[in-house]
């Protein structure tokens, strides 16, 4: 158990929807991460935040949106959602915002028909 | 910028025989460098990390040495088991103005047989 816990495990939804996705960091690290996986993709950074505020962002689409709550949890919001956007999100969280190891939660996979 | 580049699998092996998994990066500044592994259906767990040049990283018998000069950090076991089947995924951390994210390889799937 690397202590970070994420939530729903598993989500299906439809084409358009809206989801949002959680992720607890963690107890003492400042650092959250989220990452998508995908079998054409591989492993994508998306955005880092860093004691509440966005630290590092990826190719996160515009479409996806993220915060970090002074209480340290983060959430991923993704809306109008597409086929392709069909993947493993996974969070992750540091003690320190550069270089540091991170620790992975267990991924919310999201299905989109 | 910055990439790491893995040897692609699947790569299968007969339980007790040697692994490697070769690692390459390219990297501005100087990076932490790690090895992850992936079961299925899990999440990634942190397997070992080097933080610089001739560091070697070790945990659960699997070695991997940090090289600059020939900027690489190849995976090693002596002898694998049943239970090592899993990805592995190399994975480089720039510590620079980009903040900690991973850039992770592509991955390598190992299937060891008993």
């Known amino acids: 158990d690397s202590g970070v816990t994420q939530t729903p495990k598993h989500l299906i939804t439809a084409t358009g929807q809206r989801v949002t996705l959680r992720c607890s960091p963690r107890s003492g690290d400042l650092s959250v991460y989220w990452y998508q996986q995908s079998l054409d993709q591989g492993l994508q950074f998306l955005i880092q935040y860093y004691n509440g505020e966005e630290r590092a962002k990826g190719n996160i689409l515009e479409r996806f949106s993220a915060q970090q709550f002074p209480d340290l949890h983060s959430e991923l919001n993704l809306s109008s959602l597409e086929l392709g956007d069909s993947a493993l999100y996974f969070c992750?969280?540091?003690?320190?915002?550069?270089?540091?190891?991170?620790?992975f939660g267990q991924g919310t996979r999201l299905t989109v028909v | 910028g910055n990439s790491v580049t893995q040897m692609e699998g699947p790569v299968t092996l007969s339980e007790e025989a040697f692994l490697t998994i070769n690692c390459t990066y390219t990297?501005?500044?100087?990076?932490?460098l790690f090895w992850y592994v992936q079961y299925p259906g899990e999440g990634l767990q942190l397997l070992l990390k080097a933080t610089k040049a001739d560091d070697k990283g070790s945990n659960k018998g699997f070695e991997a040495t940090y090289r600059k000069e020939t900027t690489s950090f190849h995976l090693e076991k002596g002898s694998v088991q049943v239970s090592d089947s899993a990805v592995y995924f190399c994975?480089?951390?720039?510590?620079?103005?980009?903040?900690?994210?991973?850039?992770f390889g592509q991955g390598t799937e190992l299937s060891v047989k008993p």
């Open positions: 990297a501005t500044g100087y990076p932490s």
């Open positions: 992750a969280s540091s003690v320190g915002s550069l270089g540091t190891e991170a620790f």
């Open positions: 994975a480089l951390s720039d510590r620079g103005d980009q903040g900690g994210k991973l850039i």
